[in-house]
């Protein structure tokens, strides 16, 4: 489940910076797109660091941080959707809630274990 959810959250972050490429925007919403970015990015990057962790509190410490990005990225998705009338962005604000849903269950499962 984790890789696959990691291949997930990296194929959301392309398809995040494919479309941001495509904006031509004001610097106040380029500033929001840098957010974004940086926020997708960390999602995979946690995951990436958190399955080379060496207990499960540091692999539940990473997927948490992953999922605290998730959050972000849907807050800046949200931003962004009330600044662009988007069906792209509605969908990526639906992805980012799934992913968040994915992690938030991985996180408890992996407390239980």
Known sequence: MEKEIYRRCCDFAIKVIKFARKIN?????????????RSVTSIGANLAEGSAAVSKKEFV??????????????????????????????KFIDESQQIVN????????????
């Not at 925007?25 to 970015?37: F, G, P, V």
């Not at 990225?73 to 662009?84: D, E, M």
């Open 25 to 37: 925007l004001d610097l106040s919403s380029k500033i929001i797109l840098d957010q974004l970015i």
């Open 61 to 90: 410490n990473y997927v948490g941080i992953a999922r605290k990005s998730a959050v972000e990225t849907n807050h800046w998705l949200k931003i962004l959707s009330q600044l662009i009338d988007n069906e792209e962005i509605k």
């Open 102 to 113: 994915i992690l938030s269950k991985i996180v408890i499962n992996s407390k239980k274990r």
